[in-house]
């Protein structure tokens, strides 16, 4: 037998993806028996089974294994298809899927996507923000604007801009607490410290005429927001570090200054990240273009 609608494969997708029905079922918006139904009768048309089921999650089989590896080509192609199509006709459309860190978006990059978006109307934005980096190669991203290290040499990666993490603190901070002019006076300091992966990251490190120290920070606030941090920091509750990206308004404004500027840190580039051998279509080109292009005037030299 062979597959009658094309479009159940949809359902072995997400349910891959999600690792459940159910997870499968709201990503496609039908209910849990529709998701199921639509399984069954896809292993029925193939007289094999493709997941193994168990209470907690769906085991891809060796045969849903090779259905889905297919599956998603094919459903890759199309919207190459669609794509180019769109393209002939000179306009940007479908959806655009974006995840970003949650201070760079509120700080940077929202206005920019929403010129982007006045530039093309035919698209639909989807944006997911937040600290806790996604899978890019299983979740349904397009690109991910992503901190730090490149961890997973299956993703493409464009780097947006240079960054270094710094130390920053308000001026009534300071003025209550004093200035460190070492790295190790942070241990006489509240130091705010961010949660990635379920672990505090408490080791700073900082370097002098090429010699490096690590200080391991302490402090009564941690939090996996990187936006809340910097608003504990505007509130005087301690020193933070993070991208000066993040911290421009308050850099210009003086709510926040800008500590050991004498004193190097390690890289912690922004690169736009998309998955290796997937398709890219047009509009995404066109977006990781356009910011690319956004943060290289951001970061020219003023005047």
Request: glycine share 8%; charged share 20%.
């Amino acid at each position: 037998m062979k597959i009658e609608n094309v479009a159940d494969l949809q359902v072995l997708i997400h349910t891959a993806r999600g690792g459940t029905l159910t997870a499968a079922a709201q990503a496609l918006g039908i209910t849990p028996a529709a998701a199921s139904a639509t399984l069954k009768r896809l292993e029925t048309q193939l007289g094999s089974r493709l997941f193994e089921r168990s209470t907690r999650a769906m085991r891809l089989t060796p045969q849903g294994q090779i259905l889905l590896d297919y599956a998603q080509r094919a459903f890759e192609l199309l919207a190459e298809g669609e794509s180019q199509v769109a393209a002939d006709r000179g306009a940007l459309v479908g959806t655009l899927r974006v995840a970003a860190p949650s201070d760079l978006t509120r700080t940077v990059l929202l206005p920019w996507l929403g010129e982007f978006q006045a530039l093309h109307p035919g698209l639909h934005l989807a944006l997911s923000v937040g600290d806790k980096p996604l899978d890019v190669t299983r979740d349904e991203v397009d690109v991910a604007l992503r901190y730090g290290a490149l961890a997973d040499s299956r993703l493409i990666a464009r780097l947006l801009a240079p960054s270094r993490p710094m130390l920053w603190a308000s001026p009534a901070y300071l003025g209550q607490h004093g200035t460190p002019i070492t790295p190790q006076d942070l241990l006489l300091h509240n130091c705010i410290t961010f949660v990635r992966g379920g672990r505090q990251h408490r080791r700073w490190r900082f370097a002098l005429n090429g010699q490096w120290t690590e200080v391991r920070v302490q402090g009564d606030r941690s939090v996996d927001d990187a936006s809340l941090a910097r608003e504990w920091a505007l509130a005087g509750a301690g020193i933070v570090f993070k991208s000066a990206l993040d911290m421009r308004q308050e850099m210009a404004n003086g709510s926040l200054v800008q500590l050991l500027p004498a004193w190097d840190t390690e890289p912690y580039p922004l690169h736009a990240l998309l998955p290796s051998g997937r398709f890219v279509p047009s509009r995404v080109r066109a977006l990781v273009e356009f910011l690319a292009l956004r943060f290289a005037r951001l970061l020219e030299p003023a005047g």
